[in-house]
């Protein structure tokens, strides 16, 4: 017996209407019988007789339909942007189907359009999105390329985008530019800086160029004895305990962390320094303390940490969600920093918190009974009359606490 399946025709488009689409192509369109596409790609073939379905934000019912005219053997039509393929509608539905049920005719990508416009190469180029998907990732990968072009969307604007990547460390000067309306009568394409950028309004189809000017630093081991630090009596996470505690933290590249409690700032000082393109909120409430971390940052600067003199929680009411959080100190109010930290950590995010006392050790243990407990005793070898003896250091207690990831 024949299958009576037909493959999904996905079709990139340049633009949104008929221009460019060969005659063969067209008349596929106009003999399918489920045509599916974005409302301006639909609205461009308004002579198709076949039965329409917009995509929209959920997926799901497109997903179905699809599926359905598959299997019933049903001419099907997608209408794409560009190349389906490259951060696009075929990338989603090879998800859902295999190879056979598709057949994928691509088009000039928005990349491929916006370098041509430019009159630049683009075979060294970084190609990302930050359409629908979190900044984070975006920027982190942005700021390793020499060249960079980036899908924009509604939220993640040229202007956003633009700005992310000066509080990044990324020069004002350094050059971009902004390809609009690509391949339709009303294209635009605008070279600019980076500060002009970040100022810029934009039209929402788009993609936003940078060609950053400085090579990322590179990232630094921690380990940073504690006698380089400024602070104050002494009061320091200890070299040996900060080691393990940036262990268990595990930041990695565009993650963001916060160092609550910063103190002298030893602590988130060598993580951002460890992960150049991480984002590090170092919160303080003391300003000596402040002044030190200031001090130490001229010492061993961070560009990718900024230090906030607040109290927490309300200090981090504005931050970005962590991937990870320090707590070092409380000032007394460690069920609230709990409270909020529990709330906001990202899923799969971690907490470690160093403790000096019983008592608030007894409280995390309340709040985070799986939390994962150490005791951590260091001893430093001292000279005494030409011989060695181990100096103690005040014992830690260190909680460890990873938030589960959603299931799915």
């Known amino acids: 017996m024949t299958s009576a399946r037909r493959p999904i025709l996905v079709l990139g488009v ?24 974005g409302r301006r790609h639909l609205a461009a073939f308004p002579d198709a007789p076949g039965e329409r379905l917009a995509i929209t934000g959920e997926l ?57 416009a430019l009159g ?26 020499s060249k960079v072009a980036i899908l924009t969307d509604r939220r993640h604007t040229p202007a956003v985008i633009a700005q992310a990547l000066l509080d990044a460390g990324l020069p004002g000067e350094t050059p971009a530019a902004i390809a609009e309306e690509l391949a339709s009568p009303a294209q635009r394409i605008r070279r600019l800086s980076l500060q002009e950028a970040s100022q810029s309004q934009a039209r929402p189809l788009n993609v936003f160029l940078v ?23 002494r009061q320091i996470t200890k070299r040996e305990v900060r080691l393990l505690g940036l ?31 991480a984002r590090v909120y170092a919160v303080e409430r003391r300003p000596r303390f402040c002044q ?36 070092g100190g409380s000032g007394g109010r460690l069920l609230p920093i709990l409270a909020q930290v529990t709330q906001r950590l990202r899923p799969g995010g971690r907490l470690v918190i160093n403790l000096a006392t019983l008592e608030n050790l ?41 938030k589960e990831r959603r299931s799915l």
């Open 14 to 37: 340049t633009g949104a209407g008929p221009e460019g689409v060969p005659p063969s192509l067209l008349a596929q369109i106009h003999q399918a019988e489920l045509l599916v596409g």
């Open 60 to 116: 799901a019912p497109v997903l179905r339909r699809l599926g359905q005219a598959w299997e019933t053997g049903e001419r099907a039509v997608v209408l794409a942007s560009g190349d389906p393929l490259l951060y696009g509608m075929g990338a989603t539905l090879r998800r859902h189907f295999p190879p056979e049920a598709l057949e994928i005719v691509p088009g000039p990508s928005a990349f491929q359009l916006a370098f041509a």
């Open 120 to 145: 630049e190469p683009w075979h060294d180029a970084r190609l990302l999105s930050a359409h629908g998907r979190p900044l984070a990732p975006v920027i982190a990968q942005a700021l390793e390329a």
């Open 211 to 233: 060609w950053p000017e400085r090579a990322l630093p590179q990232p630094l081991p921690p380990g940073l004895p504690d006698h380089l630090f400024a602070t104050t009596g």
């Open 247 to 277: 262990a268990e933290l595990a930041l990695g590249p565009g993650e963001a962390l916060w160092d609550l409690g910063a103190g002298s700032g030893a602590v988130g000082i060598e993580a951002a320094r460890s992960q150049p393109t």
């Open 292 to 327: 030190h971390i200031q001090e130490n940052l001229g010492r061993f600067p961070a560009p990718n940490l900024r230090l906030i003199q607040g109290t927490a929680p309300e200090a981090c009411q504005d931050l970005p969600d962590p991937d990870a959080v320090f707590l």
């Open 362 to 402: 007894a409280t995390v243990r309340e709040r985070l009974p799986e939390a994962r407990v150490t005791q951590l005793q260091i001893s430093r070898g001292a000279a005494i009359q030409g011989k060695l003896r181990l100096e103690p250091l005040n014992p830690v207690f260190m909680a460890v606490w990873r």
